[in-house]
């Protein structure tokens, strides 16, 4: 080849081409020019909005039961989601400010319940943020409300009182915890109130924090860009507002960005995403199913909507199935009894930005767009405007495209790793390139995603979980070994907080609902209670002894069959059969389904001492469901409503207690 370029009369056209076809055949395996050729220049002098990095978002309760796994397998997750070179590598997480109300999956504890109190060890949101920390020092943290305690203000979390809740919680997690949160929002997927975005920025001077202000975390149809228009009118509000955010801006046939929001200059940020639509959730995360649709998501964010960050809810599936929108994580972890997770495509998808690009780095305008045989890529380059990564999906394509790549604009011209996923690939690198006088080609597949970059430093995680196994049963839990104030193994709060306190008139800890004032709600508001169990369960007993506190009833839950509070919004308690027994002696035995009218299944009155405790049972064999108080029976009925489902303890908006809670095969 040396010689041949050395003939006065060859082409050095062709003579380029033939040291490229060379290079490629030596170094690309299994790669053969074929499809249509399609040129691309890589020019490091190219206009580009600032890339800002991937991310998720920890709210609605989704990260409930992770802080109850085991080790290793707890930090194996927790590597899979933020460890730099190791799985997803998250680079934005945004926290939900808890306020004991449902928020999508549960309820979060609020860390201030009233004026005069303060607690920031409450919830799991901090330690999982000290988590990511840990495995990645530079992660960018976020918050923003999705309800709050009910003092901040009537029915809206538009107060001066909410602007100063927040800032108290970011001051927490600085003083408390050592976490710097870099940005704050209003209030989730509602619509823009200018006065609290003011109200909010006067707030995080006075408590001298340096946090910004993404807003406004909206959803609906036109309003979704509406502060782009207010900010282009209000240089007071546009000195406020660092960052324009909005959640699913190109989902289910929406409007790209709009044009007054380009206009702002604001980075303009995927707040929520998923690889979602209104046909409903993903029922799972591989690679065909969720996997392909977030690769073409993550990059048509950016070419469509000039959208330089994107946020995914949620980091990982952890909560039960039966709730709304399940498997809506990267990953999947919702069975801490048994230590599994699955690492899902999702995670490797994310990667392949994640892994090749760092939040300050510039895309590169004329070297992002769509290929013409369907398909898009993105090219982002470093900040020393050296190294660079171009990450290219064919999800659509229906045959191979040959791409040849010019380098030029200063970008290195060193070798190029091309890392894979598809159908046969799993994030792995397939092919390393040399480039010949800043030239190179390539050959990709259909529906498959591709990293190429000049990087190095990329890995992929390979920790294994042990098999699931279905939840224990028999269940039980007298809560003695449960720290105070925290709430038990495996239980998930659906409204309220239920909290480990001292045994009222009796010695030992017990389990009791703690919130007598209903929270600002974000969404529908049910009755506080908190579930557990396996979904499949069919014959079986819950029992536990009972003390009532306040005029609330003492409620046993079981069969329940669906959870989702968005399928009724009006309901008070989950799908399945309720048995409710008041301090002033009656009691209820009742179906509800939800979407339905609540079924009368049978209902009385009984005498009883409020100063004691009480044993209350909630028995199923069959068609069979008994409700039992002492050990007497007070109604057996045959109904068929309910077949399966997990269990929970309830109360309404006010102080009860339980002990000795059980779960055991009839």
């Known amino acids: 080849m040396h010689k041949a370029r050395g003939r006065p009369r060859m082409d050095p056209k062709l003579l380029l081409s033939l040291g490229i076809l060379s290079f490629c055949i030596v170094n690309c395996p299994n790669q053969t020019l074929q499809g249509p050729q399609i040129d691309i220049v890589l020019n490091g002098s190219s206009a580009g909005r600032v890339f800002d990095g991937l991310g998720a978002v920890s709210a609605g309760a989704s990260s409930r039961l992770l802080i109850d796994y085991p080790d290793p397998q707890r930090s194996q997750i927790l590597d899979y989601l933020f460890k730099p070179g190791y799985g997803a590598a998250l680079q934005h997480f945004k926290v939900e400010i808890g306020a004991d109300v449902n ?6 504890p609020s860390f201030m319940r009233t004026p005069a109190d303060y607690n920031s060890s409450r919830g799991y949101e901090w330690w999982l943020m000290e988590e990511a920390k840990m495995r990645n020092p530079d992660i960018i943290l976020e918050v923003l409300p999705w309800g709050a305690p009910g003092w901040v203000g009537k029915d809206s979390l538009y107060t001066p009182a909410m602007a100063d809740y927040v800032a108290r919680f970011i001051e927490a997690a600085q003083r408390d915890h050592h976490l710097d949160i870099k940005y704050a929002g209003i209030w989730n997927e509602k619509l823009l109130d200018i006065s609290s975005v003011k109200e909010l920025a006067q707030q995080l001077r006075a408590h001298h924090l340096a946090t910004r202000i993404v807003c406004c975390d909206t959803h609906e149809g036109a309003s979704q860009w509406a502060i782009a ?4 009118r209000d240089p007071a509000l546009a000195s406020d507002v660092d960052v324009i955010g909005v959640h699913y801006p190109l989902v289910d046939g929406k409007d790209p960005t709009s044009e007054a929001a380009r206009r702002t200059g604001k980075p303009l940020w995927s707040t929520e995403d998923q690889p ?9 995360r591989n690679w065909r199913i969720g996997g ?17 960050s994107t946020e995914i809810w949620s980091p990982v599936t952890s909560y039960y199935d039966n709730l709304a929108a399940p498997n809506s994580g990267l990953m999947d972890a919702n069975t801490p009894w048994s230590g599994n997770y699955d690492v899902q495509g999702t995670i490797w ?16 305008d004329s070297s992002s767009g769509n290929l013409a045989e369907k398909g898009s890529y993105v090219t982002i380059r470093s900040t020393d405007h050296k190294n660079w990564s171009v990450v290219l999906e064919t999800i ?14 200063g970008l290195a011209t060193s070798d190029v790793y091309v890392w894979e996923t598809n159908d046969t690939h799993t994030f792995e690198r397939v092919a390393v390139i040399h480039p010949v006088r800043g030239v190179f080609t390539y050959t990709f597949d259909p529906e498959s995603l591709y990293s190429l970059t000049t990087t190095t430093g990329q890995g992929k995680g390979s920790a294994t979980p042990p098999p699931p196994h279905g939840f224990p049963l028999p269940y039980t839990a007298n809560f003695d070994q449960t720290a105070t104030n925290r709430l038990p193994k495996y239980l998930a709060d659906q409204d309220g907080a239920f909290e480990v306190r001292p045994c009222v008139g009796r010695s030992g800890q017990c389990l009791e609902q703690v919130i007598s004032a209903k929270p600002i709600p974000w969404g529908p508001l049910p009755d506080p209670f908190t579930m557990a169990g396996d979904a499949a369960w069919a014959d079986y007993s819950i029992a536990a002894d009972v003390r009532f506190l306040s005029a609330s009833p003492a409620v046993l839950l079981g069969r ?3 959870a989702d509070v968005f399928e009724d919004g009006k ?16 009691w209820k035995l009742f179906s509800a389904k939800l979407r339905q009218p609540l079924v009368n299944l049978g209902n009385g009155s009984i005498q009883l001492d409020v100063t004691q405790w009480h044993h209350a049972e909630l028995r199923f064999h069959g068609n069979r469901v008994e409700g039992l108080l002492d050990g007497k029976s007070l109604t057996s009925v045959d109904d068929s409503s309910h077949a399966h489902g997990m269990f929970a303890v309830g109360t309404e908006w006010d102080h009860a207690q339980f002990d000795n809670l059980s779960v055991t095969a009839n």
């Open 396 to 409: 659509h394509a229906a045959q191979p495209q040959t791409v040849r790549y010019r380098i030029q604009g």
């Open 292 to 308: 392909k649709t977030l690769a073409h998501l993550y990059n048509q964010n950016y070419l469509e909507g000039s959208l330089t």
């Open 103 to 108: 928020s999508t999956d549960g309820s979060e």
């Open 229 to 232: 228009d207010a900010i282009l």
């Open 560 to 562: 329940i069959d669906s």
């Open 349 to 364: 998808v994310t990667a392949h930005t994640t892994q090749f690009a760092q939040p300050g780095w510039q895309y590169l």
């Open 571 to 586: 309901a008070r308690w989950p799908s399945g059969y309720v048995f409710s027994i008041s301090p002033d002696g009656s």
């Open 276 to 284: 979602n639509s209104s046909n409903g959730p993903v029922v799972t």
